[in-house]
């Protein structure tokens, strides 16, 4: 990492090596990348660097489920070089990738959320880094109490619906919110993000993704640079944070390609996160490592994120 100098804070962002990789040993972070007007008031509640050479374990949890068109696997999850990467890929004619969730070691209420992600999608097959309720739906038109699912980036290659279908998307941010559960009451709403003219796509370059949660709005941001502002849904419940990628042949990000994705050894298409951190207001509830709720949790199915 190297620390540079932004509008009189110190905003660290992540710097690669020349083989692409993150440089270990990240000083101390003094403030989130969105507002230097506020940098004295926030603190950093919570954090995950990758400077190990496994998935910490009390952090997240690594799924072994299957969901869509893929199976889930924590084999597809690796850190190294100050990288954690998620490897999507096919195997026998079926497909394989990561799904990493907070639930029970880390959830709270309110704050930046905010990580460096270098996506490096395929047809048929996305990435996401969002936040998420236990008992999203229970109850059914209490949001506040509920919560609701935020998506902070969903990034594709194509898109896979409409009149666009086909078309790029690699230089899009999908943002969204989903909320009163995926049944029937299921409702959303959500924006568009781009970088800013003349900066790298989105695909295959590293990028800072962020949200500023608030008991009143989310306002999202991309490189520090604000993408959109809603008061809609507004969740005032502790929430859990996710990394993950997802396969669905002939969706919502396109078909996969001939033959899938390759082999896990050659697979190209991943998702690498340098780091995420949490930060929070001296006004605000601090974060705890293990949360335990006394609200309806809901089952662990976790359809959102797209």
Aim: charged residues 20%; glycine residues 12%; negative net charge.
């Amino acid at each position: 990492m190297v620390a540079l100098l932004a509008s009189g804070f110190a905003l660290f962002v992540g710097q690669a090596n020349s083989s692409g990789e993150a440089v270990s040993g990240n000083p101390e972070p003094e403030s989130p990348g969105i507002n230097a007007a506020e940098a004295a008031h926030w603190r950093l509640v919570w954090r995950d660097e990758f400077d190990g050479t496994a998935l910490d374990e009390t952090k997240w949890t690594a799924q072994a489920t299957p969901r869509k068109d893929t199976q889930n696997t924590p084999d597809a999850v690796s850190v190294r070089d100050g990288i954690m990467t998620i490897t999507t890929w096919t195997e026998e004619g079926k497909h394989r990738t990561g799904f990493l969730n907070s639930r029970g070691k880390f959830e709270t209420t309110y704050g930046c959320f905010e990580a460096r992600i270098r996506f490096h999608n395929s047809p048929g097959q996305w990435g996401a880094f969002w936040l998420s309720s236990p008992s999203l739906g229970n109850p059914l038109g209490d949001v506040a109490k509920a919560g609701a699912e935020i998506d902070i980036v969903e990034h594709r290659a194509v898109y896979g619906l409409g009149t666009g279908a086909g078309n790029d998307a690699t230089n899009l941010q999908g943002m969204a919110l989903h909320w009163d559960g995926y049944g029937e009451h299921h409702q959303s709403t959500g924006h568009p993000g781009h970088p800013a003219p003349g900066a790298p796509s989105l695909q295959d370059n590293w990028h800072t993704y962020a949200v500023l949660w608030t008991p009143e709005k989310y306002v999202f941001y991309l490189d520090g640079h604000e993408q959109w502002t809603t008061d809609k849904a507004v969740s005032q419940r502790p929430e859990f944070l996710l990394f993950t990628c997802e396969v669905a042949d002939r969706g919502w990000a396109g078909a996969v390609p001939e033959g899938g994705f390759g082999s896990r050894q050659k697979s190209q298409t991943k998702m690498e996160v340098d780091w995420v951190r949490v930060w929070q207001k001296s006004s605000e509830p601090q974060g705890s490592p293990v949360s335990v709720s006394s609200q309806p949790q809901a089952p662990e199915l976790y359809p959102g994120a797209e």
